[in-house]
């Protein structure tokens, strides 16, 4: 298996978005993420340590951001202006006694200072800078609760990790993922230094010495490799299932069925938040909540027909073109 | 998705090696592999079932036993070993999801640190003993000859259901007994008392799909409550359709329900009763039909709760009340529920019956509490607890009033208040039997410790503590062969104690499987189904891992109480101390569990520590930020911990977390962190006699040292960036609503 | 210890694993041994197995001087494939199914053993092994690295069942593209490298699948 050909490969799948690089995969595994169902419960996180081997790294690895977590649940404080009435005792409140509520703010407020990274503004255009906050309303308290947010990796198309490797350990696959071959790999960092979402993960540590003492190494998945010392590493979208659903289709001499496997993290979501499946099955339920949501794959700046749609890419303004769509979280003003 | 499922008759008789090559390679440690001929042995079965295929993984069902909700899973297993957990798509209650604790499951079982042996105390200490000699020695103090009187005999458990607690209740019987103390700490043991008392059943059904809002005082409904994973697939039902449903959550410190609130809204704790006059005061301003219509003494105890009144007791600002009670004029059928922040007051009683007297103003009884009613096997159904039978056994030690103690599925000697002193008054039991998988304190402290199958080696059968619509027995079954041969299953000590006792029904059975066996062979017809034989049934219902069961219908009674608050002074000395409890480490008993201390708590993202909450406003006044240690000190005892500041909680209040401050409990729990349920005052709700877990006052001290707390998160804003966006539920509505597109 | 044994004797596979079927009298397992085997043994003929004609298919090339290896019984694949011209799916019957080929379970070579050759010496051996209820600790010879997903199943249906011209009873013939021509052997050695250069050049002249993850894990 020759550089070469890896390169082949490479520029056959990863296209430039203008190419639409990904017509020609096999399948083209996305996922779609409701914020609005999404309790931040962290069931998805710890059933991806069950699935893919992740080794607990203790305390202190910890707190140098050595955590090996592939799939982590992002919390944010700060709020987007969305003040349901005045959050500060009103002076009128006698007036509303008598029967004479304030009237509801339903316009959202831009907030957002729009010297700060003028590049991402772009992005939503002026439907973005209505939307977001910047560092919480001036209530005293976290008035519309958390913001959580379900990271795994995003799997993009015009992968930013991707050109940087010295040595061709990740790549793109015919399934549209990006592809991490821990054989390859020597450790040189640039893909994670690459990464916008900081979503890929390095063996700093030989984990496996201390990870699993016996008999805890029993509950390791034989689907994948144990991951050692000097190897980047990070989500799969668990290929090693979609192998077992490709394998099994083959044989059987038919497609992959949409719902017929997902994910670890989909499979436990208790809330049913998360979403997998092929985006190039048209009727699989990823490809609907796409085109519902008016979401492109291949573009950097999306036009939708319908500004108010709750869909979007996280950080689509930097050209990665995500596999994963988020749902805007809802919240009653 | 449970790739094959497999109609299993005897799951034991099978389980061994697959001798395949590469089926064990995750296992392996890289360094250790080789490729080299003849140096690794394979070995083939003996004798498989047809089923078995190596390299290709089969799922059993069974039930998940971290935490008393009692969820369906389907366990995958290969070559012998179980390898994760799934929910069951059959089961009526996490509807093939499960959480967090579920999927922690399997590190419960492979734990390093598991019992391995039976250990006896001799002069001073534990020693490991064979089993013979532990039988022997149980027998000496509580059998037939031993002289024991039945009521000095007691079992201390947490919640169980199903044959376990059939064979439990029969030993009580049999030992001429009824002591039976339950604890859980994590309960709703109060607004159960409240249930009982205003609508004649303790556990009604919630339906929070039908309604329209929920207005939540601290009930932490996905998270650390009676069945997350249920009530998490609930929500996701209330979140979407027609209307989405609104979630207004009033609480001390932010719970992961509170995290999704629409309105997050913080009290000044104890005081969510009179909140909830307060909102029930404005809901029937000018409404004279909905006044007419009720009692006298209650139209009074209302009308004492005007807005103003409420706002300055609670805290909470007038405005907000009043557009709390306007969302429930306009969202009806709504919910309202109590959680553990409402129920841990000395009059803990009295504010879950005010709230449920808001459910009545709006006629939530009916339409979205619904009767539940019990099952067609209420002696299957979940016996649970609170806090009250800690105290219980904490006084009946006091007494030198027991003997003998049988423990199993608690630990009380980590989660009893050092005030209590439950740890010396214990002295007082002559001989203490704990029933467990871990060495946890109490089994650290007994006499006599038994090793029990680990939940994925053994058999029984689990009702879930909630039960929604469709009521449901799951069956838990070995997953694989157990690890270690000296441990027993629970079920077969229990029928071994039966035999001791030479009870005649449970004479003819070997072991808990065949009880087990035949106990579904003699179920009704009706339960039975299509199943043409009993051998039929048994596989089935194997297979399928939950039993569906009729119900008898019951009815709800709306009753009013005598409600009464003490009087709230302004305090601002001193802080309320919240012990909060988190979905993961839950009352301290998965501490132990490597993956959930190190998944963040989902609020503060700290992991493998105790951590200090407190508001940004109370942080300045202490001249403290966030890694500061504070020294947290109630009359009862201090801890030290970090410091986290956020804005999701109240100023007054200081939150500690659960379930870290193991002085046992193996490598990964073992000295880390701090409890805070040690330095709680020991005060009781006046009505029920439960702890009042929040009804401790505590002082906070800068102690001078400062490191960087660990938490798994970046930062703490979103810095512009456009991560988490946010819309208007009215967007929600127009663009998605009842159209239906997930 | 090498750890690639490790979970064999680990404590789950030492306590009582191997208990045998309580259904299966030993009459049904002759009488079931019997019906296979003569509808394997009908489908066996004589081929030469160095795969050169398996038809759509080019044999993978590399040598590799395996040693011989020690195994509890010397089992005699020669005397099972050539002489007696059975099929090597039906010992290794997860081959078609699974991505491991599976080493045969002790009741199947009881199965036969029951009544054929009862006196040699092998036999008794394996008799005591099923007798005592413990299956024979053989060596492992094939092997590859554990980041590898091979599969059988996949590989037998390209060769085997999907391929036009090619029948079942020849199975040994591809089964000789990485295990070599194991009907000439007693136990099996390893006489192909099964490396990374050996499968590349194979799925290259086979056009196999070239993407990373195929095999990689």
């Given at each position: 298996m020759s550089l070469n050909n890896i390169l082949t490969n490479w520029s056959r799948y990863r296209k430039g978005a203008e190419e639409g690089g990904f017509h020609e995969y096999e399948h083209q595994w996305g996922m779609v993420v409701d914020l609005n169902k999404c309790?931040?419960?962290n069931a998805c996180s710890v059933a991806c340590y069950a699935e893919n081997n992740l080794p607990v790294v203790g305390e202190k690895r910890c707190g140098k951001n050595q955590a090996m977590n592939w799939l982590r649940i992002e919390r944010y404080w700060d709020e987007p202006d969305l003040e349901p009435y005045n959050a500060t005792p009103s002076a009128n409140i006698d007036a509303w006694i008598e029967g004479n509520p304030p009237a509801k703010k339903t316009e959202l407020k831009p907030s957002m200072p729009s010297s700060y990274l003028p590049g991402l503004l772009e992005e939503g255009g002026q439907n973005f800078e209505q939307r977001v906050g910047f560092g919480g309303t001036k209530s005293e308290f976290q008035d519309f609760g958390a913001s959580f947010l379900p990271m795994m990796c995003q799997q993009c198309h015009a992968a930013t990790c991707e050109p940087v490797c010295p040595v061709a350990a990740t790549y793109h696959t015919p399934d549209g993922l990006n592809a991490q071959v821990y054989n390859r790999c020597i450790g040189s960092r640039y893909c994670s230094n690459n990464c916008p979402y900081r979503l890929r993960y390095f063996n700093?540590?030989?984990y496996y010495e201390d990870a699993w003492p016996e008999p805890l190494h029993m509950q390791l998945n034989p689907d994948l490799s144990v991951r050692d010392k000097g190897v980047m590493e990070k989500c799969t979208f668990c290929i090693q299932r979609i192998r077992v659903a490709k394998d099994k289709a083959k044989m059987e001499d038919r497609k992959v069925i949409d719902g017929e496997f997902s994910t670890a993290c989909v499979q436990t979501c208790p809330t049913g938040a998360l979403v997998f499946g092929d985006m190039q099955n048209p009727d699989s339920q990823v490809s609907k909540l796409w085109s519902y949501h008016q979401v492109e794959r291949g573009k950097t700046k999306q036009s939708k027909?319908?500004?108010?749609?709750?869909g979007y890419r996280v950080l689509e303004g930097l050209n990665t073109d995500p596999s994963v769509l988020y749902l805007e979280r809802v919240r009653e003003v | 998705m449970s790739g094959n499922d497999i109609n299993r008759r005897d799951f034991l008789k099978i389980l061994g090696w697959s001798g395949v090559g590469v089926a064990v390679a995750g296992c392996d440690r890289p360094t250790t592999v080789t490729l080299e001929e003849g140096k690794e042995e394979v070995v083939a079965y003996l004798q498989p079932e047809e089923y078995v295929i190596p390299g290709v993984g089969v799922w059993f069902a069974s039930t998940c036993q971290q935490c008393p909700a009692g969820c369906g899973v389907h366990g995958r297993v290969r070559e012998g070993r179980v390898l994760k957990m799934e929910g069951n798509p059959d089961s009526p209650i996490n509807k093939g999801k499960l959480c967090q604790m579920g999927q922690a499951g399997v590190q419960g079982h492979y734990n390093p640190d598991r019992l391995k042996k039976p250990m006896l105390r001799k002069g001073g200490a534990l020693a490991e003993v064979s089993w013979e000699e532990a039988l022997a020695a149980l027998e000496q103090k509580v059998g037939p000859a031993s002289g024991l009187a039945g009521d000095r005999f007691a079992w201390f458990t947490g919640t169980v259901s199903g044959h376990q607690s059939v064979l439990l209740s029969a030993h009580l019987a049999a030992m001429g007994s009824k002591n039976h103390f339950i604890h859980e700490t994590i309960n709703n043991a109060v607004a159960r008392a409240v249930n009982q008392d205003m609508l004649g059943e303790a556990m009604p059904r919630y339906d929070l799909p039908a309604a329209k809002m929920v207005l939540s005082f601290g009930a932490d409904l996905v998270g650390a409550g009676t069945s997350p994973v249920h009530f998490s697939g609930e929500y996701a039902k209330f979140r979407t359709g027609a209307t989405r449903g609104v979630l207004v959550q009033v609480e001390p410190k932010m719970t992961l329900t509170g995290g999704s609130a629409d309105l997050w809204v913080a009290i000044r704790p104890g005081t969510e009763g009179v909140l909830a006059l307060g909102i029930a005061n404005q809901v029937l301003l000018g409404d004279e039909i909905k006044v007419a219509g009720l009692p006298e003494n209650i139209r009074t105890l209302i009308a004492a709760y005007d807005v103003k009144k409420v706002a300055s007791i609670t805290g909470v600002t007038g405005d907000r009340i009043m557009r709390i009670a306007e969302l429930l004029k306009q969202r009806s059928p709504s919910l309202v529920v109590a959680g553990a922040s409402v129920e841990g007051h000395t009059h803990g009683y009295q504010s879950a019956a005010a709230i449920m007297v808001l459910n009545i103003v709006l006629g939530n009884v009916g339409k979205t509490i619904l009767p539940s009613g019990s099952s067609a096997f209420p002696q299957m159904e979940a016996k649970t607890g609170g806090t009250r039978d800690l105290l219980a056994l904490a006084d009946a030690a006091d007494k030198k009033a027991l003997d003998v103690v049988f423990f199993h599925g608690a630990n009380p000697v980590y989660t009893a208040p050092a005030a209590l002193g439950l740890t010396d008054k214990l002295k007082n039991i002559p001989f203490k039997v704990v029933f467990a998988v871990h060495p946890d304190e109490t089994a650290m402290s007994a006499d006599l410790v038994l090793p029990i199958l680990s939940a994925h080696e053994d058999w029984g059968t689990h009702m879930g503590a909630y039960q929604p619509e469709q009521k449901s027995i799951s069956i838990q079954q070995p997953l694989?062969?157990?690890?270690?041969?000296d441990t027993k299953g629970f079920g077969d000590l229990l029928l071994a104690l039966l035999k001791a006792r030479q009870v005649k029904e449970y004479e003819s059975f070997a072991d808990y499987y065949g009880y087990l066996k035949n106990a579904f062979a003699a179920l009704p017809a009706s339960v039975k189904g299509d199943a043409v034989s009993d051998e039929d049934f048994w596989g089935k219902s194997l297979q399928k891992g939950v039993l569906n069961v009729g119900t008898v219908a019951g009815a709800l009674n709306p009753k009013m109480v005598e409600i009464s608050f003490p009087e709230f002074k302004s305090d601002a000395q001193d802080y309320y101390l919240v012990p909060s409890a988190r979905l993961g480490l839950w009352d301290g008993r998965h501490a132990n569990l490597p993956w959930l201390q190190e998944a963040p708590d989902q609020i503060s993202k700290v992991v493998w520590t105790s951590w200090v909450e407190m508001h940004p406003a109370t942080a300045a006044k202490l001249g403290v930020k966030e890694g500061d240690f504070v020294k947290v000190s109630s009359a009862q005892g201090a801890v030290e911990a970090q410091v986290y500041v956020y804005?999701?909680?109240?100023?007054?209040v200081i939150a500690v977390p659960m379930g870290q401050g193991h002085e046992e409990y193996g490598r990964y729990a073992k000295g880390r962190g701090v409890n805070p349920l040690k330095i709680l005052a020991p005060v009781t709700d006046a009505k029920t006699g439960e702890l009042a877990l929040y009804g401790t006052r505590v002082t906070v001290a800068q102690s001078g040292r400062r490191e960087v707390l660990v938490k798994l998160m970046g930062s703490e804003t979103q810095l512009g960036r456009k991560m988490v966006g946010t819309v208007t539920a009215s967007v929600f509505d127009r663009t998605e609503g009842a159209k239906n597109v997930t | 210890m090498s750890h690639g044994y490790l979970f064999l004797s680990g404590p789950v596979g030492s306590s009582g694993a191997v208990v045998p079927h309580h259904r299966s009298s030993r009459y049904f397992l002759m009488a079931l041994a019997a019906l296979v085997l003569g509808f394997f043994l009908a489908m066996s003929s004589a081929w030469a197995d160095d795969g050169a004609g398996v038809p759509n298919a080019v044999p993978p090339k590399g040598e590799h001087e395996g040693k011989n290896v020690e195994q509890p019984i010397e089992f005699p694949h020669n005397i099972h494939?050539?002489?007696?011209?059975?099929?090597?799916?039906?010992?290794?019957?997860?081959a078609r199914r699974s991505k491991v080929a599976g080493i045969p379970p002790t009741s199947k070579c009881m199965g036969c053993h029951l009544v054929i050759a009862t006196d040699k010496p092998r036999i008794k051996k394996l008799t005591e092994y099923w007798e005592k209820k413990e299956p024979p600790r053989w060596k492992k010879v094939h092997d590859v690295p554990d980041f590898v997903h091979f599969t059988h199943e996949k590989h037998l249906k390209r060769f085997v069942f999907d391929n036009e011209g090619m029948s079942v009873d020849r199975v040994s013939e591809v089964c000789a593209f990485c295990h070599g021509e194991v009907k000439k052997m007693t136990v099996a050695h390893k006489v192909k490298p099964l490396n990374m250069g050996f499968c590349a050049r194979c799925h290259e002249a086979n056009k196999g699948p070239f993407d990373c993850w195929k095999c990689h894990k």
């Open positions: 309790i931040g419960c700093f540590w030989s027909q319908n500004k108010e749609l709750r | 694989m062969e157990r690890l270690y041969p804005k999701g909680i109240h100023p007054q | 494939v050539d002489v007696n011209k059975i099929n090597c799916m039906y010992c290794h019957t997860y």
